[in-house]
């Protein structure tokens, strides 16, 4: 019997099966976000803020941005801009703050700081009523009718996609150059759905690293798939609590390969662009090593033993990278209740952080 059919379901995987719908809210939200674009543009420093999956969906919202040489854009988690980052926030300033909850408590004061140095605040949120209203000039509320688990999935698609989509319509407003995000983001939602029919599929995956013994996973990936594959690992080690690390793609060479020869599988995100040449010689290097490889990809390798689950070729590499969550969150449920593990009950967690 399958993983998929064993085993009683949680609201976990309910939630990912919603992301097609939750993703529509932004074709909703694009109104906003122009009216938004046209007071934003005049800012010099940008700054994208949240803790959590929140911090990586800050991270994937600010690659537009963090691209252009005209701004400057960085992203940083709510703590750290508290801690070392205050001073250099000033009226220039536009701070985009990332919650799904609006209440944890490091964003809150984040951007409580950010306010009394002058900043411009943008919040995004699925919250409509919640702290960061009080600390916010705009919100942007994507109405995705509730996430049920603890663990972030179809609000993190839609946070990041809802803050890139945002960045590229700053970045083509001010700098004039096309960004396909924009026009992407309302094909995402029917390109959701085509990757949720491999569920089967990436079940019978887990479940093959379960049978092998496979109780440590590193996740690579390069650019746009960065904060995707760092978001990869945090859902295994939220729901199955073994070790993972998400790296920069070609970083796994200088030390992590040293793990080669124990038991443990990488899982790539990587999609054709300039760079292929370096991707194929090290997805081929670490194939002919034996080394357990999962490839969420648009690119066919013919390598001897890599799991790939393909990705449609057409379409920019940020609307890819941020589509290829979807298999690893799917990955990570399946792996946890093989393991016996409860995705709704992680140890030790509650849905938002409310001291620090
Ligand atoms: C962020 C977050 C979640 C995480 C955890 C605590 O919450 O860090 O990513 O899963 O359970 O909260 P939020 O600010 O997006 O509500």
């Known amino acids: 019997m399958s993983l998929r059919e064993e085993k009683q379901e949680y609201d976990m995987i309910r939630d990912i099966r919603e992301t097609p719908a939750a993703l529509r809210s932004i074709t909703r939200a694009l109104n906003r976000m122009n009216e938004l674009a046209d007071l934003a543009h005049k ?30 854009a960085y992203a940083l988690p709510s703590s750290e801009l ?17 919650s ?22 943008i919040g995004f949120s699925i919250e409509e009523e919640s702290s960061m209203l009080d600390v916010v000039d705009d919100l942007v509320v994507l109405d ?7 663990i972030m999935t179809k609000s993190f698609s839609t946070l990041s996609l809802a803050t890139s989509v945002f960045s590229s319509i700053l970045n083509e407003r001010v700098f004039k150059e096309k960004q396909p995000l924009i026009e992407e983001s309302k094909v995402m939602p029917s390109l959701a759905e085509r990757l949720l029919k491999n569920e089967s599929m990436v079940a019978d995956i887990s479940k093959r690293l379960i049978d092998e013994n496979i ?7 390069s650019g746009p798939s960065y904060p995707i594959v760092l978001e990869g690992a945090l859902k295994v080690k939220e729901t199955s609590y073994v070790a993972t690390e998400g790296l920069h793609l070609l970083e796994f060479r200088h030390g992590p390969m040293a793990m080669v020869g124990e038991k443990f599988s990488l899982v790539i995100s990587c999609f054709l662009n300039e760079n292929n040449v370096h991707l194929k010689n090290f997805i081929s290097e670490f194939a002919n090593k034996n080394v357990d490889m ?8 013919n390598g001897p033993k890599e799991t790939v689950i393909e990705m449609p070729i057409e ?7 941020l589509l290829s969550i979807i298999p690893m969150q799917i990955l ?22 409310q001291r620090f």
């Not at 420093?45 to 990586?56: L, N, Q, V």
């Not at 995705?144 to 603890?150: L, T």
């Not at 999962?294 to 066919?300: E, M, P, Q, V």
Request: charged fraction near 20%; include cysteine.
């Open 294 to 301: 999962i490839l969420i990809t648009d690119t066919a390798f």
């Open 144 to 150: 995705i009718g509730g996430e049920r688990s603890i």
């Open 100 to 121: 799904r909850s609006g209440r944890t408590a490091e964003t809150i004061a984040a951007l409580n700081i950010c306010r009394k140095k002058g900043a411009y605040i």
């Open 215 to 221: 109780e440590r996973f590193i996740f690579l990936g």
């Open 315 to 321: 379409y920019s590499g940020e609307c890819k990278a």
């Open 332 to 353: 990570a449920y399946y792996y946890a209740v093989g393991k016996g593990r409860n995705p709704d009950k992680p140890r030790n967690l509650s849905r938002y952080v």
């Open 43 to 72: 800012f010099k420093k940008i700054f994208f803020i949240g803790c959590g999956s929140s911090y990586y969906a800050a991270l994937f919202g600010s690659w537009p941005l963090a691209k252009s040489s005209k701004v400057l």
């Open 82 to 98: 508290i801690f070392h980052f205050a001073d250099i926030i000033d009226s220039n300033s536009l701070v985009v703050g990332i």
